[in-house]
């Protein structure tokens, strides 16, 4: 990387007509992809990208440019070009730099370095050949291997130096299955801030077999019943709800500009006082996990909502001085072509006491939802449209016929507040976030809980 460079010159060029601060983020990631649909390998790419992007934060305002050219010549005149664009303000510029050494260090057994592209291909067959040959209705089998490492060197005007290396992997299968006309999808993703030793966990054929499983569970299912009912999210189903219906509300950026139904609500009762909510970026092996965000604060975790009142929000360096705010760590960028902004990591609903096994049989009919989807959440209000990937009817306490084609309708305060049993329990899910057109790896988390009652769309 880049850290014997002159960085005091190149701060102080950035910052010579104003600005608060000057922050550099230099990365070097390489990446391999391989995905392989029915039974052929389409896709194997390997790549390198390696740049450099200066930041200038002026009052609430910033000037951003990123570069290939990692010269030191190059840097100071991409510093002096950004910093035409600086209007107001003076700024010290540290004369060195103090590293700082990261609260969490995760060990990779299983590096994807020390590992043959012929053996990692093999993976992906051996997931392949076990989707096919479980069932004679498998019509289609789609299976991808990603890795990415990314090394990062991250400086600023105030002295501040950091590195971090991040080793991503993902591997996901996707099954479709066809009777009678009728065609599903199953789906299921696995991965991490993780080496190969995930396969130690689970094998590539139980990913392929999972995504199986539901596919052909959802032929076999009935059509859903609308109306309003209770509902039980099963902890394995993920934290998408959490994700989406509140996370995004609580980032700072959004909650302080006016689109956040949490904005201006610190202190205040947000939810039943069996929920809280944290981020919490420290986790081992999570993939929204890191030692430093991309602004260089250290990884942290940070209590959201604590057993029902609003405690904090996620912040970066912009927000966390625009609202007076402590700084959560949660600067966060997809490559050093963006600038950061505030986002979350690995978000979840704390576990309660309740027996999940409880739960069910204390709810005499509604939903089960065992794995959800994809859906939309308008962050301004809260309302919410929910895919259910996986879902049953509870008839009499048990967790009865399998349904398909359900949605879940509600408002994400409204539904905080009504949850009456949270389960001792705990599922992760994996994603990518998307927002302000970039996307970065985040987990997402909950126990099992019960809505009393929730709008689901279905068949009525």
């Not at 390997?46 to 992007?53: I, P, T, V």
């Not at 989406?244 to 509300?249: L, N, W």
């Not at 309660?352 to 709810?363: K, N």
Request: with cysteine; aromatic share 6%.
């Amino acid at each position: 990387m880049v850290q014997s460079y002159d960085w005091p010159a190149i701060f102080k060029r950035a910052l010579s007509r104003g600005g608060w601060l000057a922050e550099v983020f230099c990365e070097d990631s390489r990446t391999l992809s391989l995905q392989m649909e029915d039974g052929r390998l389409e896709k194997s790419v390997a790549g390198r990208d390696a740049g450099l992007g200066l930041r200038i934060l002026f009052g609430e305002r910033t000037a951003y440019g990123y570069t290939n050219d990692l010269s030191q010549a190059n840097v100071l005149e991409l510093a002096g070009e950004l910093s035409r664009l600086v209007e107001g303000g003076r700024s010290e510029v540290s004369p060195g730099l103090d590293w700082a050494e990261p609260r969490e260090r995760f060990a990779i057994s299983r590096p994807v370095e020390g590992t043959e592209l012929k053996a990692k291909a093999a993976l992906v067959e051996r997931a392949s050949q076990a989707a096919w040959a479980h069932d004679k209705r498998v019509r289609q089998v789609k299976i991808v291997y990603g890795e990415r490492s990314q090394e990062v060197f991250i400086a600023n005007s105030l002295g501040l130096a950091v590195q971090d290396r991040r080793p991503y992997l993902v591997f996901m299968a996707q099954v479709v299955a066809a009777e009678d006309q009728v065609i599903q999808t199953g789906y299921h993703p696995v991965g991490g801030l993780v080496g190969l030793e995930i396969f130690d966990e689970q094998a590539p054929e139980e990913v392929a077999l999972e995504a199986a499983r539901q596919a052909l569970l959802m032929l076999e299912a009935r059509p859903a019943p609308g109306g309003r009912m209770p509902v039980v999210l099963a902890g394995r189903a993920g934290g998408t709800m959490i994700h989406e219906a509140v996370g995004h509300g609580l980032e700072a950026d959004l909650a302080l500009e006016g689109l956040s139904v949490y904005g201006d609500k610190l202190g205040q009762e947000v939810a039943s006082p069996l929920v809280t909510v944290l981020d919490d970026a420290t986790l081992l092996s999570r993939r929204g996990s890191y030692g430093f965000d991309d602004e260089g604060s250290p990884a942290q975790r940070t209590v959201l909502i604590d057993k029902g009142r609003l405690s904090a929000y996620l912040t970066d360096r912009l927000y966390a001085r625009k609202g007076g705010l402590p700084l959560s760590g949660n600067g966060r960028r997809e490559s050093y072509r963006h600038r950061p902004i505030t986002r979350m990591s690995n978000t979840l609903i704390a576990p309660g006491q309740s027996d999940p096994e409880e739960i069910v049989r204390a709810t005499d009919k509604g939903l089960f939802v065992a794995k959800m989807g994809g859906g939309q959440v308008n962050t301004a209000n809260g309302d919410f449209v929910f895919e259910v990937s996986e879902g049953y009817l509870i008839d009499g306490g048990r967790v009865g016929q399998p349904v398909r084609g359900a949605t879940l309708v509600g408002n994400g305060p409204e539904v905080l507040r009504s949850i009456d049993l949270v389960g001792s329990d705990l599922g992760f899910g994996i994603g990518t976030c998307g927002k302000e057109g970039q996307g970065v790896p985040v987990a997402d988390a909950q126990p099992t809980l019960r809505i009393p009652e929730l709008l689901v769309g279905g068949a009525v």
